[in-house]
């Protein structure tokens, strides 16, 4: 039995785990996969209450929660000396007593430092392999208590945490785990030759959708496609889109709400509009599809927007003007920039890194 850990703080640790988890089925059909999210099973309310105020802080307020990521680099997790953390410990115990696992993943840095809690209490650990979903900022959290392997994104993160203390011989470079449908083949309706389409992901907030999207208008004028996957947004966006779809409402625009069709669509545009999330942005390499990145969150997100500026494979906009004016520069003259950001994502797209993953945490 293999059990994935993983935290709902953010798309890119859920991606991670769910993805390698993906691969592992796939790869050990007979074997017990199970994916969780431990925090949540077991403190539901103050998870659901932390998650809303982490989003809250990235989204509104994000020179606040830049101070918060690096107090929290100089501060010691001690799980048997928090309140809430302590029923992890116990949770986490009694998950292993049940489903007596061979073998731990985690998306999520807290967990070794439960797993350390449960070792220093004579408790037997099973081994455990940790997926850093940062990449090259790697923040001091994820190395605090041991793991027996750590698997990274690039090279560039390889060093960073050698350089922060673990041997290398604990680290294999094998990219970040995204969903196996990158690595599927395309149906031949899915592509539309000749039209130009972007895809936008809206993070930001109200004001900076709408303005984002009145940059777009004059791309729309001339036949280009929009397609929105609005998902967990939708209710914050919903008089944002309606006012925009109303004021245009012959232009070739399709708002979707909650969907699994990311990787497809992500394959079948010229352009997407995303902020810069572990996740999201190692799918856009995946997909090897050129990217305005729109918003950054201060301190984890800064290292996945550099692993993608450093090789120009996207574009970083700092106002809703100039997101419309990179889209409009990929697109120009049928793409040449565009098509030159993809060749670009070559050396350092993996739309297989979940089977690299799986295989390295059994090797």
């Known amino acids: 039995m293999i059990l994935v850990l993983t935290a709902g703080f953010g798309d890119g640790h859920n991606t991670a785990a769910f993805s390698t988890a993906e ?23 103050i998870a659901t209450l932390l998650k809303n105020l982490y989003q809250q802080a990235i989204t509104h307020f994000p020179s606040g929660w830049r101070m918060v990521y690096h107090m929290l680099e100089k501060s010691d997790v001690d799980p048997q000396d928090s309140a809430w953390l302590a029923p992890l410990v116990r949770g986490l115990k009694e998950k292993i007593e049940a489903l007596q696992p061979r073998l731990i993943i985690s998306t999520y840095p807290l967990y070794a430092a439960l797993l350390d809690a449960l070792r220093k209490q004579g408790e037997p650990v099973p081994r455990l392999v940790t997926i850093i979903t940062d990449s090259i900022s790697v923040h001091r959290i994820w190395l605090m208590q041991p793991s027996d392997l750590y698997c990274v994104a690039d090279a560039e993160t390889k060093e960073v945490v050698e350089k922060l203390g673990v041997p290398r011989e604990k680290i294999r470079i094998t990219g970040f785990p995204v969903s196996l449908q990158f690595t599927e083949t ?156 993809r060749t670009n994502m070559l050396a350092i797209s993996v739309p297989d890194a979940a089977i690299r993953t799986a295989q390295a945490a059994l090797a």
């Open 23 to 45: 691969a592992l089925r796939q790869l050990y059909p007979g074997e017990d996969i199970q994916a969780i999210d431990l925090v949540s099973e077991v403190q539901p309310r």
């Open 186 to 341: 395309l149906p031949p309706e899915a592509t539309r030759p000749g039209v130009q389409r972007i895809l936008y992901l809206p993070s930001t907030t109200a004001r900076h959708v709408a303005a984002t999207l009145a940059s777009l208008k004059p791309l729309l004028r001339k036949d280009v496609q929009l397609t929105i996957p609005v998902g967990k947004h939708s209710s914050r966006l919903y008089h944002v889109l309606r006012k925009f779809t109303d004021a245009m409402p012959d232009a070739p625009v399709e708002i979707i709400g909650w969907t699994t069709r990311i990787p497809e669509l992500l394959r079948t545009h010229d352009v997407v509009i995303c902020k810069a999330g572990g996740a999201i942005l190692h799918e856009v390499l995946a997909a090897r599809i050129p990217a305005v990145i729109d918003y950054v969150v201060p301190g984890q997100e800064e290292g996945n927007a550099e692993m993608l500026l450093s090789r120009n494979c996207a574009y970083r906009a700092f106002t809703a003007k100039e997101t419309g004016e990179c889209v409009a520069k990929i697109l120009d003259n049928n793409g040449k920039i565009g098509r030159q950001m």
